[in-house]
């Protein structure tokens, strides 16, 4: 594993923080939905509401198996305009893009490890299939026909 132990483990507490405030994006983003196919989009925040709190934990859980306790840093302030669901994904998919780049960066970090180098492949693939899913939904246009993909 290159680098050491605390860079890791720094490294992997930015990661669950970026997980840990598109949950509170999403959360929030909710609420800003209005017009046309805003319960698709409802329903998509709530999927994704879910998945990034699980995310958050799953790296939680991988500091404290290594020995330390998960630090969090967020700054953090959202407004309350209203947003159209199209908006709405097309800002879930940077805040997704995001995330997906940044395990990318720091798979070289933990390459040879045999459980975080796993574990971080598993996230980019995770990721992957999330950002595809978002994209699809994005390029078919209106009507929003994201519930039944992102069930299935
Ligand atoms: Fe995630």
């Not at 909710?30 to 998509?44: D, I």
């Not at 700054?75 to 097309?90: C, D, I, N, V, Y």
């Not at 796993?118 to 999330?130: G, L, P, W, Y």
Request: proline share 5%; charged share 30%.
């Amino acid at each position: 594993m290159s680098g050491n132990r605390s860079e890791v483990v720094e490294d992997l507490n930015r990661l669950m923080a970026e997980e840990a405030e598109a949950f509170l994006r999403y959360f929030q983003m909710r609420f800003r939905l209005r017009g046309k196919n805003r319960r698709t989009a409802e329903k998509f925040f709530e999927g994704a509401l879910k998945e990034t709190l699980e995310h958050a934990d799953a790296i939680a859980k991988q500091i404290r198996s290594l020995g330390h306790i998960p630090t969090l840093h967020i700054h953090l302030s959202l407004g309350g305009g209203p947003m159209r669901p199209e908006e709405a994904l097309a800002e879930a998919l940077d805040v997704e893009q995001q995330a997906l780049d940044a395990y990318k960066d720091f798979l070289p970090r933990v390459m040879g490890d045999p459980v975080l180098e796993d574990f971080i492949r598993k996230q980019i693939a995770v990721e992957t299939e999330h950002v595809q899913e978002i994209l699809d939904v994005v390029h078919a246009g209106p009507p929003l026909k994201l519930v039944a993909k992102l069930e299935s």
